[in-house]
């Protein structure tokens, strides 16, 4: 069976400052591996994903995850906070259906 | 990418009666998805649907529960039928384009059950 852990429910960050949101994952074989952001009131919408190759990984709106096979992480990352950024962010692992994690709520501080 | 939209976009519902919910994309997709989502929580599936078979139910969800259509390639509908108030929830439309497994999804209706 493959699983998700975000183990952050709330991350904090002062605008300008980089930030992380972490995510664990469980899964059989090659991880598929995502990260969407859900803004307030809106749909989930994709930020990035890892297949294959690098391990770092670039998306929409400035994100970045890196993919670490051996600690078997995806970590979301971005270097300079904006407060809009602030959002719930969930990632997620695909082996047949996607799993999705509890969520993190990102709040970046002006 | 894909434009997806949903109807209705909330509402209020008594107890015992039943709520379908439209799921409509700009493209033509092989794989459509329902979810659950309480506000601020994670995602449960609901089912899958495929064009052309019966959808792929999630252990805990019934298809007399949540009867579901796909007549073509961009349009799909979701009902819950029975209300009771544990179905107050948000329901989320989902489809997977060509691109490796990117799920797009449409912004949800909102379901209170009084």
């Known amino acids: 069976a493959q699983s998700v852990a975000q183990p952050e429910d709330q991350v904090n960050v002062a605008e300008g400052n980089p930030l992380t949101v972490k995510c664990t994952y469980s899964?059989?074989?090659?991880?598929?591996l995502f990260w969407y952001v859900q803004y307030p009131n809106r749909g989930l919408q994709f930020l990035l994903k890892y297949i294959t190759g690098d391990n770092l990984v670039k998306g929409s709106y400035g994100f970045e995850a890196e993919f670490n096979k051996s600690q078997t992480s995806f970590h979301l990352k971005k270097p300079s906070a904006l407060v809009s950024d602030s959002a719930l962010y969930f990632c997620a692992v695909r082996a047949g259906k996607s799993t999705f994690g509890d969520g993190t709520t990102l709040t970046v501080k002006p | 990418s894909a434009v997806i939209s949903q109807k209705p976009s909330r509402d209020i519902c008594q107890r015992g009666t039943s709520l379908t919910i439209q799921c409509q994309v700009d493209s033509q997709v092989t794989m459509m998805f329902w979810y659950r989502q309480q506000p601020g929580q994670s995602l449960t599936l609901i089912a899958t649907?495929?064009?052309?078979?019966?959808?792929?139910?999630e252990s805990g969800f019934v298809i007399d529960k949540f009867p579901i259509s796909r007549p073509n390639l961009t349009f799909s509908t979701l009902t819950v039928s029975n209300l009771s108030p544990e179905d107050s929830s948000i329901y989320l439309c989902?489809?997977?384009?060509?691109?490796?497994?990117?799920?797009?999804f449409g912004p949800g209706t909102r379901l209170t059950v009084t």
């Open positions: 989902s489809v997977e384009t060509g691109v490796v497994y990117e799920q797009y």
């Open positions: 899964v059989s074989g090659n991880p598929y």
């Open positions: 649907a495929n064009q052309g078979s019966e959808a792929t139910y």
